[in-house]
């Protein structure tokens, strides 16, 4: 059964800064071409599908995929990183919406919480991460 992807949203997502509503593209039907300057996050749309679907990403750095869970320090927006407090959380997450042959629209969640547990942001041992559960809901 054929699907429609509609929009792709993220919450701190690589160099995404800000909550699912600030950071939402939507997509129209047929082909969509992504075209912006280098460093304007191109490649993170890609690595919100390997993610989605795969539990993924593609690390600029080597050019190999590697488990999220792995590196989520890595994948949470820089800035998020630096503004959250100590013992302050985060949510890192990649929503998309589509619509099936019919006509029904659903929505797809993937997030993980971080906690700051002290102030050196880029050391993964000063985070405590927890999976959020995969939100899959129906909307008419």
């Known amino acids: 059964m054929a699907a429609i992807l509609n929009s792709i949203s993220f919450n701190n ?12 593209y939507e997509l129209k039907e047929g ?7 280098n460093g304007a996050g191109k490649s993170k749309f890609f690595n919100a599908f390997l993610w989605l679907f795969k539990d993924v990403f593609l690390d600029s750095d080597d050019k190999k995929e590697k ?7 890595k994948i949470i927006s820089d800035k998020a990183k630096l503004e959250t407090p100590a013992q302050g959380k985060v949510i890192c997450g990649v ?9 029904l629209k659903y929505q797809i969640t993937k997030s993980f919480t971080a906690v700051k547990l002290n102030e050196d942001f880029t050391n993964p041992n000063s985070w405590q991460f927890f999976l959020n559960d995969l939100e899959v809901n129906r909307t008419d």
Do not use: C, H, P
């Open 13 to 24: 997502f690589f160099n995404y800064y800000g909550s699912f509503e600030e950071n939402s």
């Open 31 to 37: 082909v969509n071409i992504i075209i912006a300057d």
């Open 67 to 73: 488990l999220i869970k792995n590196a989520f320090v």
């Open 95 to 103: 929503q998309i919406e589509y619509t099936q042959a019919n006509r």
